[in-house]
């Protein structure tokens, strides 16, 4: 049985929602990097940047970053329909994954930890940082709307793996605000894709409507 190491309202929503098409049963651990229980040492053995999500494959071998595991997950699974069948495509929806890792993901820890990259910064210096990351993220969120369209969903006519983690990474620090002003387009994509039945049963559970 796979084991997921995550917390509610994280990344590891993404990955529960991909759990849930390939069919693979697997057990959730609840923690977090912020916490210090038993969990959480289990958690740092496995992965010592302690962060979720963090797969642990039913041979025991251990999967980080929600990209490389939706990636993973959709190439185990072909039936799930996370990737596309077309290799053309599918190679536009991985550096979508990518993307989004890269310029959109690592943005947040900033936002929500700038003490640890400014550990001597005063309060009003990290709020700056904090302030200008926001903004960079809001910008990398348009580009990629501008460069991954919808036909009529990120994979194609179902929901797959880029639009799972779409779905996800947007819910944080105000950015599905900020899309409905930038890219309204790219906003109702988003909602279509919260409510989508492929997406919605596992998504609801982190975010009650």
């Known amino acids: 049985m796979y084991q997921l190491f995550g917390h509610s309202q994280s990344g590891s929503s993404a990955v529960e929602i991909a759990l849930a098409l390939c069919g693979v049963p697997y057990r959730r651990v609840d923690t977090y990097s912020t916490e210090d229980d038993e969990a959480a040492k289990e958690l740092e053995a496995l ?29 185990s699974f072909p039936e799930s329909k996370l990737l596309p069948e077309d290799p053309v495509r599918r190679a536009q929806i991985i550096r979508g994954l990518v993307y989004i890792a890269a310029n959109c993901y690592t943005p947040i ?10 550990p001597d910064g005063d309060e009003a210096t990290q709020e700056r940082l904090v302030a200008g990351t926001k903004q960079r993220l809001y910008r990398n969120w ?29 819910k944080w620090v105000d950015t599905r605000e900020a899309m409905l002003s930038a890219r309204p387009e790219f906003y109702g994509l988003l909602e279509r894709i919260d409510h989508h039945p492929r997406i919605a049963p596992v998504l609801s559970l982190h975010w009650p409507q």
């Open 109 to 118: 820890g900033i936002i929500d930890f700038p003490q640890r990259w400014l």
């Open 47 to 75: 992965n010592p940047q302690k962060q979720v999500p963090t797969l642990q494959l039913a041979d025991g071998s251990v999967l980080t970053e929600a990209a490389a595991i939706l990636i993973h997950l959709g190439l």
């Open 142 to 170: 348009a580009l990629f709307a501008d460069q991954f369209p919808a036909t009529p969903f990120l994979c194609g006519a179902e929901p797959g793996a880029l639009d799972i983690l779409a779905a996800v990474i947007t």
